[in-house]
């Protein structure tokens, strides 16, 4: 199947600092980008949704300007989380698709990211 | 509504027992998709299954199939002859038309553990 890779695989960010996560589509190119976020123990909640060449559009309750996605190319977004809070910390996740051509195509997904501010 | 149901919240077994995690969803769309993802403790998500909704031929893969109804709107999961290695967490989910985009809406998640 297509390769995700995500990284870094863990970070550990002072409160108050940005962080930066990048989501790569290795072997395909990825027209739309998924950011998803998992607490512990609980299901992926997905964030926002990008689409390459164009602004993100985030879910009801995600602060856009604490959550910063670009997504300049078609194989690569990136999530940044500003002014990152201890509240801040999850695990996140990315997942990427071709929505050309056809369109029932699984959605590929990264490794995650282990967020941990302190 | 979109919704993914997974009512099993934790199953344990003991290593060679047959076990079915279940999933029950919710949509308006008449074309839609369903998936099965292993969570493992290292994260990332394992595609495993896709069926989308004109298909209602159960699979089966190794140890591994799925039972689609939709009389009843179920798309269960069957592992047979469990192996410690199929410990991780399950999600089931559906892709559906929502607000005008294609979006993955996934269940609570079982969380599985194969005893040896």
């Known amino acids: 199947g297509a390769v995700v890779s995500q990284h870094p695989s863990r970070v550990i960010c002072k409160s108050g600092t940005s962080v930066k996560i990048e989501c790569r589509s290795l072997?395909?190119?990825?027209?739309?980008m998924f950011w998803y976020r998992q607490f512990p123990k609980q299901s992926l909640m997905l964030m926002a949704t990008?689409?390459?060449?164009?602004?993100?559009?985030?879910e009801q309750g995600v602060e856009k300007d604490k959550f910063l996605i670009n997504h300049a190319s078609l194989t690569l977004s990136t999530l940044t989380v500003t002014s990152a809070h201890p509240e801040d910390s999850s695990f996140y996740i990315c997942?990427?698709?071709?929505?050309?051509?056809?369109?029932?195509?699984?959605?590929?997904f990264g490794q995650g990211t282990r967020l941990t501010v302190v | 509504a979109q919704k993914v149901t997974q009512a099993q919240t934790e199953i344990s077994v003991v290593e060679k027992e047959d076990v079915t995690l279940d999933c029950v969803y919710e949509?308006?769309?008449?074309?839609?998709?369903l998936f099965w993802y292993k969570q493992p403790p290292s994260g990332e998500l394992v595609f495993l299954i896709r069926r989308n909704s004109f298909d209602e031929q159960n699979e089966i893969s190794g140890r591994y199939s799925w039972n689609f109804q939709k009389s009843t709107s179920s798309f269960n999961f069957t592992i047979t002859a469990s192996q410690v290695v199929d410990s991780a967490v399950y999600f089931c989910a559906l892709r559906a038309l929502i607000q005008g985009a294609q979006k993955l809406v996934f269940g609570q998640g079982t969380r599985l553990t194969i005893n040896p």
């Open positions: 072997d395909f190119q990825a027209t739309t």
């Open positions: 990008s689409n390459e060449g164009s602004k993100a559009t985030y």
């Open positions: 997942s990427a698709r071709n929505l050309r051509g056809t369109m029932n195509t699984e959605a590929f």
């Open positions: 949509t308006r769309d008449t074309t839609y998709y």
